[in-house]
């Protein structure tokens, strides 16, 4: 009788044990298209994206770059100060964005040029997006705006 109570209490946890196991791998395998890494250009042009790769892309809208195109299409160049990537989007620009800020879009590379599904800007005169400011630091030209030279 307790030989069989023990091999019937192994056989619940070993049962457990692989539910769980082949639930964390679905719920895996379902989130790896939800997750967007965040990339400055200067580390998509030193490690190119894979292709149909979809990630984010941030740093400041560079000045003179905003072009606008047919219908709602809108090519302008974002740059960390050190390399700069050319980026299209169709659909509706924030209000708040222009050149000279930060901005970060989601999408993929093709052929050279970023193709954004998304734009998000600064939302006041003093925002910028925290992987921006990282990005910015890292080149060495971020400087804080609260702080007197």
């Keep these: 009788m307790k030989g069989l109570k023990k091999q019937r209490r192994v056989q619940i946890i070993v049962l457990a ?4 196991t082949v639930s964390t791998g679905l719920i895996g395998y379902a989130l790896q298209d939800g997750i967007n890494f ?23 809208v560079e000045e003179g770059s905003i072009k606008r195109g047919q219908s709602e299409t809108v090519s302008f160049r974002v740059t960390d100060t050190n390399q700069t ?9 924030p209000d708040l964005f222009s ?5 970060v879009g989601t999408g993929s590379m093709e052929d050279g ?29 971020y400087q804080d705006a609260n702080t007197d030279s």
């Design 99 to 103: 050149e000279g800020q930060g901005m």
């Design 85 to 93: 990537i050319p980026v299209r989007y169709t659909g509706i620009l």
């Design 17 to 20: 044990l692989v539910a769980l």
């Design 113 to 141: 040029t970023f193709i954004a599904t998304e734009i998000l800007a600064k939302h006041d005169e003093t925002y910028m997006p925290a992987e921006v400011i990282d990005a910015l630091k890292e080149q060495g030209v």
């Design 38 to 60: 965040f990339r400055s250009p200067t580390q998509v042009v030193e490690d190119p994206p894979r292709v149909g790769e979809v990630f984010r892309i941030g740093g400041l």
